[in-house]
């Protein structure tokens, strides 16, 4: 692998929420929510959703945590996309202005219709996750959609060819097996743990030949 290559990667989730259940029967897919990943820590993790976990009626832009009350127990799929620095960077870039506007972002309810519809709905700072996910990896040249963004499904993404499965379970085994492969490797001492694959990939990806998309 290329050495100036980064790594992003896309999280699927299933939270049995009740829109999940719903977004899971029109889709036909086992996985109802997707988020962008953007380091190797799964730390830095952004989708559009709850802005409060104990509030499914208000939406946005969101930074998410594998450890909240929603996603711990939640079942999952990760998948890894290698990018060029270049484009990294743009999908950092591109995140952050969000991330400073937050506020300004909504939850597409009505671009979800659409999808079930099969008519792309979209408008100006509203997006559903999956729709998000796909805007910015498309927009800044990480991966080539089928269909635009506004009709994209968390299964659409699991299909697409730059995406790599790594990993499928639950939140909580992902977490724990991320920190044991972590806790096996040397200590971070410079810059070229960016390059190639994360080192907590090592023992992570274990059970990918088992893993199939989801969709």
Request: glycine residues 6%.
């Amino acid at each position: 692998m290329n050495k100036e290559e980064r790594q992003v990667y896309v999280l699927l989730t299933d939270s049995g929420t009740v829109l999940g259940r719903m977004i899971k029967w029109y889709t036909k897919q086992p996985l109802s929510h997707a988020s962008l990943v953007l380091d190797q820590e799964l730390q830095e993790i952004y989708s559009f959703g709850r802005k409060k976990p104990s509030n499914p009626f208000i939406g946005g832009f969101v930074r998410e945590s594998l450890k909240s009350s929603l996603l711990l127990d939640a079942s999952c799929a990760l998948y890894r996309c290698s990018v060029s620095s270049s484009v990294y960077t743009r999908l950092q870039r591109h995140v952050d202005e969000m991330r400073q506007r937050q506020d300004q972002y909504k939850y597409s309810v009505w671009g979800l219709v659409g999808v079930a519809m099969n008519r792309a709905w979209s408008r100006d700072n509203a997006f559903f996750c999956s729709q998000f996910v796909a805007t910015v990896l498309q927009e800044n040249g990480a991966v080539r959609l089928e269909k635009p963004p506004a009709l994209t499904t968390p299964g659409d993404l699991a299909a697409l060819e730059e995406l790599a499965p790594i990993f499928r379970g639950s939140v909580r085994e992902l977490l724990e097996q991320w920190r044991e492969a972590a806790s096996q490797q040397p200590t971070y001492t410079g810059p070229q743990r960016a390059a190639g694959r994360s080192r907590h990939e090592l023992a992570v990806t274990s059970p990918a030949a088992a893993l199939t998309t989801a969709g």
